[in-house]
């Protein structure tokens, strides 16, 4: 079973940027496409990225041009570069593994396993 540890959160002026990653214990990502979701309170996760093995990648519309998703398949890590933060940004971060998530199906068509980590907190102030 994958268990993802994120870290890299944190306190960041609008404008400002933040690197998040994340560590897979277990078995690893393995060849699973991996995505960056975010969650406010009383609001379901929203996934924000995804990565495949091969290096496709797909962003949502609010972060799209900001956030940069990457991964290093040799650690078994995927990172998140968040840049021109802005209040908005502001959530708890969690990252997963991905099902149906490829070329043709995108962000849109991508599930998560069933198994999350604490999630790290970034907070973006105005």
């Known amino acids: 079973q994958v268990q993802p540890v994120e870290s890299g959160g944190g306190l960041v002026q609008a404008g400002g940027s933040l690197k998040l990653s994340c560590e897979a214990s277990?078995?690893?990502?393995?060849?699973?496409?991996v995505g960056w979701y975010r969650q406010t309170p009383g609001n379901q996760r929203e996934l924000v990225a995804g990565?495949?093995?091969?290096?496709?990648?797909d962003y949502g519309d609010s972060v799209k041009d900001r956030f940069i998703i990457s991964r290093d398949n040799t650690k078994n890590t995927v990172a998140l570069q968040m840049n021109n933060l802005k209040p908005e940004d502001t959530a708890v971060y969690y990252c997963?593994?991905?099902?149906?998530?490829?070329?043709?199906?995108?962000?849109?068509?991508?599930?998560?396993?069933?198994?999350w980590g604490q999630g790290t907190q970034v907070t973006v102030s105005s």
């Open positions: 997963n593994a991905l099902r149906s998530f490829n070329e043709l199906t995108g962000i849109g068509g991508a599930r998560p396993f069933d198994s």
């Open positions: 277990g078995r690893g990502f393995g060849r699973n496409p």
């Open positions: 990565i495949a093995i091969g290096g496709y990648t």
